[in-house]
């Protein structure tokens, strides 16, 4: 699009060694607004370049980073490598970085909003509950609800097997616990990476992807089982600012979700919680990444939407 600038990131991470690399999207003129975007599990921000450049036009500055363990952020050999000890803190330090980094740039006074998909929307929770005054908004896509009693016994598992292996060690128990649960979900898939979407092409382009689909470690499932044992937590929604506009959007074939269940739990969590400005939206015919389905276009318009109304 015309008039819209992309200029690389770079800061260090709160890990002490990373060096996390992102991108700026910028529109032509003086932003209205920043949304700071939180990827997913095995993926990397440019795949939301589509996404960000849609919201550039519409006048807002994007920002996103490469997580630790993922994209330009990770040393060769080491994606989905993750500390089992703290990379659930320090994957929400990164994200605090990146908002100061970026109000220093554009001013505290512009609206600021977070957009987390899949991993990124636990860790957009869990920040939330810490760092949330001064938001004006964040949304929470591809989110699921996991029982406090699941994340503990897949942490302790997850760190168990740390302990015998390394928690660089990938493990096959693992995996099919964590996302191959996700691909046995799917009936009648023509591939174990069905669960993504509908859209074939996004599903190719994915898997053509050297930064796309790698294993998680075992620090990685522990970190990830931290951050959902965090995140669904009822105190968690608690700590959430009660003024806090929240948007929760998923498909209803996502199996992150529970095809729409989990993202209604959560939803219901945080008004039960006091959550005063708090929105749903299961879009029909999609599966966990709805901002690469077919029908991408209207959830793009219903997102930029919502942020304009709470400009």
């Not at 990131?9 to 949304?35: C, H, M, N, Y």
């Not at 920002?63 to 330009?72: M, R």
């Not at 009693?149 to 616990?177: F, H, P, Q, Y």
Request: net charge negative.
């Amino acid at each position: 699009m015309a008039g819209i600038t992309k200029e690389p990131l770079l800061f260090a991470s709160a890990d002490r060694t990373s060096q996390i690399k992102g991108w700026l999207w910028l529109p032509e003129g003086t932003p209205k607004g920043v949304v700071q975007l939180t990827h997913g599990m095995a993926e990397h921000i440019e795949r939301y370049d589509e996404f960000a450049r849609f919201l550039a036009g519409r006048g807002f500055a994007v920002c996103g980073h490469d997580q630790i363990g993922h994209g330009a952020s990770a040393p060769l050999g080491k994606h989905g490598c993750l500390p089992a000890a703290h990379g659930a803190a320090v994957l929400i330090a990164d994200v605090d970085t990146l908002r100061h980094l970026m109000q220093t740039r554009m001013g505290i006074e512009t609206p600021y909003f977070l957009f987390g998909h899949s991993l990124g929307s636990f860790i957009t929770r869990a920040y939330i509950s810490r760092h949330g005054t001064g938001l004006a908004g964040a949304i929470i896509c591809g989110t699921g609800h996991v029982p406090t009693a699941t994340s503990k016994a897949g942490n302790a598992v997850c760190r168990l097997i740390c302990r015998l292996k390394g928690e660089d060690a990938v493990s096959g128990l693992l995996n099919s616990m964590g996302v191959g649960a996700y691909a046995k979900a799917i009936k009648d898939a023509a591939g174990p990476l069905d669960w993504l979407s509908y859209n074939r092409e996004n599903i190719r382009r994915y898997e053509a992807d050297p930064l796309c689909g790698f294993p998680f470690s075992a620090g990685g499932y522990a970190v990830v089982t931290a951050l959902t044992g965090e995140a669904c937590a009822p105190a968690c929604f608690a700590r959430i600012p009660h003024d806090l506009p929240l948007l929760f959007i998923s498909g209803d074939g996502d199996p992150v979700g529970s095809c729409g269940e989990g993202v209604r739990t959560a939803f219901q969590m945080a008004r039960d919680a006091g959550s005063v400005d708090a929105y749903c939206i299961i879009y029909e015919h999609m599966r966990h990444e709805i901002l690469n389905e077919d029908g991408r276009g209207q959830v793009m318009e219903d997102i930029a939407t919502w942020l304009e109304e709470r400009l």
